[in-house]
């Protein structure tokens, strides 16, 4: 008798049906496109919110440098492929954020239109001037101490500076969305574009 039950058991066992099979396809298909979207947004960075992070601390700085008197200065930094933002007060640090490294920050001059990366241990330096809250100097600096402040007069660094404004567009490391904002010079003010 346990010969018989043991076969009628197996000829009873048909497998999945199929609906079973097309419902676990479809859930594995799901999950595989949920994987594939949260590696590309890991990826992919956040521009929108760099520009605005940036845009915010450079506005922050004018602020500072029309209402406490000191010798005020913000830095965008490309440590080891990661962007780091300085502000100093007499070359102290008095605030920093960290941006990651999925991003590419650039900025590009309205006087000769190049577009320039800052690239892996550069920095950018904007500085305001006292009183008048305009753009007094712009600086990119490249082999310097990027923990510190930078001395503008020092050995490295170059200004960048030329007329009009000064276009800032954060991307994406893998290409795709791009975010700008443009620095006026002349009276120091910043537009989102």
């Known amino acids: 008798?346990?010969?018989y039950e043991n076969t009628n058991r197996q000829l009873n066992n048909k497998g999945f049906s199929l609906i079973e099979l097309l419902v676990a396809v479809a859930v594995m298909a799901v999950l595989v496109g949920l994987a594939a979207y949260s590696v590309t947004l890991m990826n992919s960075?956040?521009?929108?919110?760099?520009?605005?992070?940036?845009?915010g601390e450079i506005a922050s700085l004018r602020g500072n440098t029309l209402a406490v008197a000191g010798?005020?200065?913000?830095?965008?930094v490309n440590d080891g492929g990661t962007y780091?933002?300085?502000t100093y007060k007499n070359g102290q640090t008095?605030?920093?954020?960290?941006?990651?490294?999925?991003?590419?920050?650039?900025?590009?001059?309205?006087a000769d239109g190049t577009e320039t990366l800052i690239e892996n241990n550069e920095k950018l330096i904007v500085k305001f001037a006292q009183g008048s809250g305009k753009v007094s100097g712009l600086y990119s600096a490249e082999s310097v101490d990027l923990e510190s402040a930078t001395d503008v007069s020092g050995a490295g660094v170059t200004s960048?500076?030329?007329?009009?404004?000064?276009?800032f567009k954060a991307t994406s490391s893998g290409g795709g969305s791009a975010e700008d904002f443009k620095l006026y010079y002349e009276t120091g003010t910043i537009v989102q574009d």
Do not use: H
């Open 1 to 3: 008798m346990r010969g």
């Open 94 to 110: 008095q605030d920093y954020k960290s941006l990651g490294g999925r991003i590419k920050i650039y900025y590009k001059n309205k």
């Open 160 to 167: 960048v500076m030329a007329t009009g404004y000064c276009t």
């Open 71 to 76: 010798d005020w200065q913000y830095e965008i």
């Open 45 to 55: 960075g956040d521009p929108k919110r760099a520009s605005k992070t940036i845009s």
């Open 84 to 86: 780091k933002l300085y």
